[in-house]
């Protein structure tokens, strides 16, 4: 087998997984029941939400992390990465509350229980599969494969992970980007595929307990 025919076959393989997982996270299969846990507005400060069991998505997860390698090329390895993952961060934060996506509204309120784990497994873990392990894993094998540096790969995950949350606005895309790029640096630092979904859940986290969630009301 050639080496141009092997790149089809994993070219056609990763387009065949991306398409069965992007079916899944946006819940276009049939025959999957997403049970609704909460509708409402989790402060009085905060819009309406409402809270699904995705298993779907979760789905998409699993079938990412059993068939991406844990390795790619050429990773950015330790305090370098971690401190573009914390500048990203705060980068984000800032734009979000200076723009008015959001604004500060700390609560404890006990949908927390119903939502943590709902967002860790099922929104965080999924999206950092598709979009750090596999996405940005096979952008950074290309680019170093043509002598680039692995950090494009970063920056170009998280411009189509910011695109994908083209439903909440130009804001909230620019905000879903630069915090991409600090999920997309978390993964550099060690190759872990926890530690971006960590981070991410670290970061929604935040917006939940301390910010109106998902948005202010209007």
């Known amino acids: 087998m050639t080496f141009r025919t092997k790149a089809l076959g994993r070219a056609l393989a990763t387009a065949a997984t991306v398409s069965l997982c992007v079916s ?3 819940h276009l299969l049939p025959g999957i029941s997403n049970p609704l846990l909460f509708s409402g507005a989790v402060s009085p400060a905060s819009s309406e939400y409402r809270l699904f069991w995705n298993f ?3 789905f998409a997860g699993l079938i990412l992390l ?3 390698p844990r390795e790619a090329t050429h990773p950015i390895r330790g ?3 971690w401190k573009a993952c914390l500048a990203f961060l705060a980068l984000a934060i800032l734009v979000a509350v200076l723009t008015g996506m959001t604004r500060w509204d700390p609560k404890f309120t006990r949908t927390l229980l119903l939502w943590a784990p709902a967002n860790l497994f099922l929104v965080c873990f999924p ?3 598709m979009f750090r392990m596999l996405i940005q894993g096979r952008l950074e094998e290309w680019l170093a494969a043509h002598g680039k540096s692995a950090s494009l790969g970063v920056f170009l995950a998280a411009a189509m992970f910011g695109l994908i949350h083209f439903r909440g606005g130009p804001v909230y895309m ?3 980007a630069l915090a991409g790029s600090a999920y997309g640096f978390a993964y ?3 190759r872990n595929p926890w530690h971006p979904v960590l981070v991410h859940f670290g970061l929604n986290l935040l917006h939940f307990l301390f910010f109106a969630y ?4 209007i």
């Open 214 to 217: 998902p948005f202010p009301r």
């Open 56 to 58: 779907d998505k979760a």
């Open 127 to 129: 999206e950092e599969a």
């Open 66 to 68: 059993s068939l991406v």
């Open 24 to 26: 899944l996270g946006a």
């Open 188 to 190: 550099q630092a060690r």
């Open 174 to 176: 620019v905000v879903a």
């Open 79 to 81: 305090i370098r990465a």
